[in-house]
Protein backbone atom coordinates (compact mmCIF):
# COMPACT_ATOMS: atom_id res chain seq x y z
CA UNK A 1 0.00 0.00 0.00
CA UNK A 2 1.44 3.70 -0.83
CA UNK A 3 0.71 6.18 1.34
CA UNK A 4 -0.43 9.32 -0.88
CA UNK A 5 2.60 11.67 -0.88
CA UNK A 6 1.72 16.09 -0.60
CA UNK A 7 -0.66 15.16 2.64
CA UNK A 8 1.81 16.73 5.63
CA UNK A 9 4.58 14.88 7.72
CA UNK A 10 3.58 15.48 11.43
CA UNK A 11 1.96 12.50 12.76
CA UNK A 12 3.71 10.34 10.14
CA UNK A 13 7.34 11.64 10.77
CA UNK A 14 6.62 10.53 14.42
CA UNK A 15 5.08 7.08 14.06
CA UNK A 16 6.11 5.72 10.69
CA UNK A 17 9.24 5.78 8.58
CA UNK A 18 7.39 5.92 4.95
CA UNK A 19 6.13 8.18 2.38
CA UNK A 20 4.00 11.39 4.20
CA UNK A 21 0.49 11.51 6.02
CA UNK A 22 -1.47 14.58 6.66
CA UNK A 23 -2.23 15.30 10.50
CA UNK A 24 -2.97 18.24 12.84
CA UNK A 25 -0.34 19.18 14.99
CA UNK A 26 -2.66 18.07 18.02
CA UNK A 27 -2.49 14.45 17.07
CA UNK A 28 1.00 14.64 16.31
CA UNK A 29 1.89 15.46 19.66
CA UNK A 30 -0.27 13.13 21.06
CA UNK A 31 0.41 10.07 18.90
CA UNK A 32 4.20 11.11 19.55
CA UNK A 33 3.28 10.79 23.40
CA UNK A 34 1.57 7.91 23.67
CA UNK A 35 3.79 5.86 21.40
CA UNK A 36 7.07 6.70 23.70
CA UNK A 37 4.96 5.53 26.16
CA UNK A 38 4.30 2.23 24.74
CA UNK A 39 0.78 2.71 24.63
CA UNK A 40 0.23 2.70 20.92
CA UNK A 41 1.67 0.33 18.52
CA UNK A 42 3.64 2.85 15.87
CA UNK A 43 1.09 3.50 12.75
CA UNK A 44 3.69 1.16 10.39
CA UNK A 45 2.83 -2.19 12.34
CA UNK A 46 -0.95 -0.63 12.25
CA UNK A 47 -0.77 -0.09 8.31
CA UNK A 48 0.78 -3.35 7.93
CA UNK A 49 -1.76 -5.13 9.68
CA UNK A 50 -4.67 -3.15 7.08
CA UNK A 51 -3.04 -4.01 4.11
CA UNK A 52 -3.04 -7.37 4.90
CA UNK A 53 -7.23 -7.15 5.03
CA UNK A 54 -7.75 -4.53 2.61
CA UNK A 55 -7.03 -3.52 -0.48
CA UNK A 56 -6.33 0.50 -1.14
CA UNK A 57 -4.49 3.46 -0.47
CA UNK A 58 -4.18 5.15 2.40
CA UNK A 59 -5.23 9.00 1.78
CA UNK A 60 -6.13 10.50 5.40
CA UNK A 61 -5.08 9.23 8.55
CA UNK A 62 -6.17 10.85 12.23
CA UNK A 63 -5.46 9.47 15.28
CA UNK A 64 -7.81 9.97 18.19
CA UNK A 65 -7.65 9.40 21.89
CA UNK A 66 -11.58 9.10 23.55
CA UNK A 67 -12.01 8.43 27.42
CA UNK A 68 -8.48 7.33 27.46
CA UNK A 69 -8.56 4.75 24.44
CA UNK A 70 -6.12 5.56 21.32
CA UNK A 71 -7.98 5.16 17.45
CA UNK A 72 -6.27 5.72 14.52
CA UNK A 73 -8.96 6.92 11.77
CA UNK A 74 -7.92 5.42 8.20
CA UNK A 75 -9.53 6.29 4.83
CA UNK A 76 -8.61 4.46 2.05
CA UNK A 77 -9.27 4.67 -1.90
CA UNK A 78 -9.87 1.08 -3.37
CA UNK A 79 -9.16 0.46 -6.71
CA UNK A 80 -12.74 0.39 -7.62
CA UNK A 81 -13.40 3.91 -6.50
CA UNK A 82 -14.74 3.21 -3.36
CA UNK A 83 -13.58 4.86 -0.37
CA UNK A 84 -13.62 3.28 2.79
CA UNK A 85 -13.22 4.24 6.04
CA UNK A 86 -11.50 2.03 8.83
CA UNK A 87 -11.48 2.71 12.70
CA UNK A 88 -8.42 1.13 13.89
CA UNK A 89 -7.41 0.25 17.80
CA UNK A 90 -4.43 2.08 18.46
CA UNK A 91 -2.71 -0.50 21.17
CA UNK A 92 -3.50 -4.00 19.06
CA UNK A 93 -3.90 -2.94 15.43
CA UNK A 94 -7.87 -4.54 15.42
CA UNK A 95 -10.26 -2.93 12.74
CA UNK A 96 -12.66 -1.60 15.15
CA UNK A 97 -15.31 -0.83 12.52
CA UNK A 98 -15.49 -0.24 8.40
CA UNK A 99 -17.34 2.27 7.03
CA UNK A 100 -17.65 2.42 2.83
CA UNK A 101 -18.67 4.72 0.18
CA UNK A 102 -19.34 4.35 -3.81
CA UNK A 103 -17.88 6.06 -6.44
CA UNK A 104 -18.68 9.36 -6.49
Known amino acids: ?3 LAG ?3 ALACTL ?3 PAVQAHDHDHERA ?3 LQQGKVLPLRTV ?3 VERSQKGQVI ?3 FEEDDGHFIYKLRLLHPNGEVSKL ?3 AVDGRVL ?3 RRGRD
Open 1 to 3: MRL
Open 7 to 9: FGV
Open 16 to 18: WSG
Open 32 to 34: RQA
Open 47 to 49: LDQ
Open 60 to 62: KIE
Open 87 to 89: KVD
Open 97 to 99: GIR
